[in-house]
Nanobody, 113 residues
Framework: VQLQASGGGLAQAGGSLRLSCAVS???????IGWFRQALGKEREWVGTWSNGRPNIADTVKGRFAISRDNAENTVFLEMNALQPEDTAVYYC??????????WGQGTQVTVSS
């Protein structure tokens, strides 16, 4: 299983970006998750696509959304109303059982004020 995150870049505060996570094969994955890690901070869970529905962290709920394109084996993270504190490296990961076993390489998101 391989995951590749893409779509990061520079955005202004209040702007939007859409990140993509291409999954080579779902196999026995039961969820695709999005995480982020800002410089000097712990990795933070952003949201998950599992059982055909999204689950979004309270810290970004109402601004971020997760969806999946089944035909393309891609999971998206739509980020709106971006704030400078959303600046981080964003990762997607695949879960087997209760373990996030597979990770993509990360994509940088930088939000300027």
């Amino acid at each position: 299983v391989q995951l590749q995150a893409s779509g990061g870049g520079l955005a202004q505060a209040g702007g939007s970006l859409r990140l993509s996570c291409a999954v080579s094969a779902y196999g026995n994955l039961n969820a695709i998750g999005w995480f982020r890690q800002a410089l000097g901070k712990e990795r933070e869970w952003v949201g998950t696509w599992s059982n055909g529905r999204p689950n979004i962290a309270d810290t970004v709920k109402g601004r971020f959304a997760i969806s999946r394109d089944n035909a393309e084996n891609t999971v998206f993270l739509e980020m709106n109303a971006l704030q400078p504190e959303d600046t981080a490296v964003y990762y997607c990961a695949g879960r087997q059982g209760i373990t996030w076993a597979f990770w993509g390489q990360g994509t940088q998101v930088t939000v300027s004020s």
